[in-house]
Structure formats: structure tokens, C-alpha cells
């Protein structure tokens, strides 16, 4: 395993802790205050369900290396949702630092060739990346 494989999988469970944790949080704390805060921006409450999921299950999914580039496009989404609807008006510091971060790991595991350590990890990987 490369340099560069070992820093991809230390990003990518990093990240998949981080949401995954996000996403605990979100039902531990009580999905409806959750919903309370997406309808309170003006997102629709049921929506809250559905980044809470993303999040709990799409983090586990990416500590596993399964579906990492879908699990981290739909991160993607989630972290632009979040800087333009409720972070963007707090500024930088403070604001949507975390979450500009987040989106950028997100968008670097989508990107690169992540199959270290990956149980998503396929045949055709192993041969694109001998090639």
C-alpha cells in the first residue's frame, strides 16, 4: 500500500466517522429537533430524516469502503445544502469552515481511487489501477 492509499483511507474513515457520528447524533438528540431546525431555515422538515440517514448509514458505509463515491457524492450535496441554507450568513469562522472541509474530503473521495483497505473493493479496481 502506497503513501497516497494509506492518506485516501485515513480521509475516508475519517470522514465516515464524522457523519456517522453526525447522523447518531441527529436521532439520539431527537430527529424532531431536527426537523424543527430544517423547517425553521425554510427545508422541508422530512428531509431531516433523510440526511439523518445519509448520514448514520452512509458513514458507516464509507469507514467500510462500500459505495464510497455515491455515500461521498451524496455527502457533497449534503455539506452544499448546509453552507448555502444555514452556515453561509455565520461567515467563515465560525460558519461553514467545517462543512467547506467536508465538502472538499467528500469531493476527494469521490474522485480518487480509494479501494485500500475497501470491502467495496472489486476486480476491475485491482486491474484499472495495475494498468
Excluded at 79 to 91: C, D, E, N, P, Y
Excluded at 110 to 129: E, H, I, P
Aim: charged residues 10%; proline residues 1%.
Amino acid at each position: 500500500m502506497s503513501k497516497q492509499d494509506t492518506g485516501t483511507f485515513i480521509l475516508r474513515v475519517v470522514l465516515g466517522i464524522i457523519f456517522f457520528i453526525h447522523g447518531l447524533d441527529k436521532f439520539q438528540a431527537g430527529i424532531g429537533n431536527t426537523v424543527g431546525f430544517f423547517d425553521s431555515i425554510g427545508i422541508p422538515g422530512f428531509l431531516a430524516y433523510i440526511v439523518a440517514v445519509i448520514e448514520l448509514v452512509g458513514g458507516l458505509a464509507m469507514i467500510l469502503g462500500i459505495g464510497t463515491k455515491i455515500v461521498g457524492s451524496l455527502f457533497a450535496i449534503i455539506m452544499v445544502g448546509a453552507i448555502f441554507t444555514a452556515k453561509l450568513s455565520a461567515g467563515f469562522l465560525g460558519g461553514y469552515e467545517l462543512d467547506l472541509a467536508l465538502l472538499a474530503m467528500s469531493l476527494y473521495v469521490v474522485l480518487s481511487n480509494n479501494t485500500a483497505l475497501s470491502l467495496g473493493k472489486t476486480n476491475s479496481d485491482s486491474m484499472n489501477r495495475a494498468a
